[in-house]
């Protein structure tokens, strides 16, 4: 008998254009075998070209709709994005303690591709304080890694290693450090956990639709972690199947800016 397919829930911001967020989480999930639910923490007006409005819903709306889920659907993993403010990322904090998913993917969206804030300054303080202790991976890039430590960007991969063991210090078991803004001819990312370090290399793929490889990444790893022995199967196969993506977004026509990623390239 084959195991259940997964549900996977997703907890971030709409992006208008499709290409990250709630939309990349949603065409993630399904790529890769899993049906995604989703919880919606902020209306974004997006395109390629950037962000021009946020809406953000009442922390207590976010609460209705995580309690609607949990109470009626089994879910296997989680993946959080884009959180706005504190009062939502204290709504969700609640609604993990009281559900307690099995997996937590934690993505520390803080800035878009088109360098518009999507988390409020007081709400990094919560999500490192109250969020990140109920995750069971953070995935940042170099940028998100320092705002959380508060200290500069790490400029190679000795130093990703030393803020990864620093941001487990603080209450995560494992960190995912993404290495796509250090000046490499690769993308290395360096996993994290307890029992060591595990380096995920990737090339640079040298594209010029990168918009929503974050999202597309957490999403993918929450996706497989049901379907995977160990997290580290997990982000190996996850970052295979972005650099997939990454290579095949020519084949898309959207926008005039930073385009998608072709999360469905292996059967379009």
């Known amino acids: 008998m084959s195991p259940p397919v997964p549900n996977v829930l997703t907890i971030a911001g709409s992006d208008s254009g499709g290409g990250a967020g709630i939309q990349a989480d949603l065409k993630t999930f399904s790529a890769l075998g899993a049906y995604g639910a989703s919880v ?36 296997d993993a989680v993946k959080i994005g884009m959180l706005a403010n504190a009062s939502i990322v204290r709504a969700v904090a609640d609604a993990l303690r009281r559900h307690r998913p099995a997996h937590v993917v934690l993505d520390t969206v803080m800035i878009s591709k088109s360098n518009h804030a999507l988390l409020a300054a007081d709400a990094v303080a919560a999500v490192r304080d109250e969020l990140l202790p109920l995750a069971g991976l953070l995935t940042p890039n170099l940028p998100e890694a320092a705002a959380l430590l ?23 078991p494992a960190v995912l ?20 370090t595990l380096r995920v290399g990737g090339p640079r793929v040298p594209v010029k639709n990168t918009h929503g490889t974050g999202c597309t990444l957490s999403s993918a790893i929450a996706a497989l972690i049901p379907q995977r022995p160990d997290l580290a199967s997990a982000v190996v196969d996850a970052k295979r199947y972005l650099t997939g993506a990454l290579e095949q977004s020519a084949r898309l026509d959207v926008g005039g800016g930073v385009g998608p990623v072709h999360h469905f390239y292996r059967w379009w």
């Open 150 to 172: 508060g200290m500069p960007p790490a400029a190679d991969e000795s130093a990703m290693i030393t803020q990864g063991e620093a941001l487990r210090a603080l209450g995560v």
């Open 40 to 75: 919606i923490t902020a209306l974004t007006a997006q395109n390629t070209r950037g962000v021009t409005a946020i809406h953000t819903p009442d922390a207590g709306f976010v609460t209705a709709q995580l309690d609607a889920v949990f109470d009626d659907i089994r879910i």
């Open 177 to 196: 450090m993404k290495g796509g803004h250090l000046a490499s001819a690769d993308s290395p990312d360096w996993l994290i956990e307890a029992g060591g």
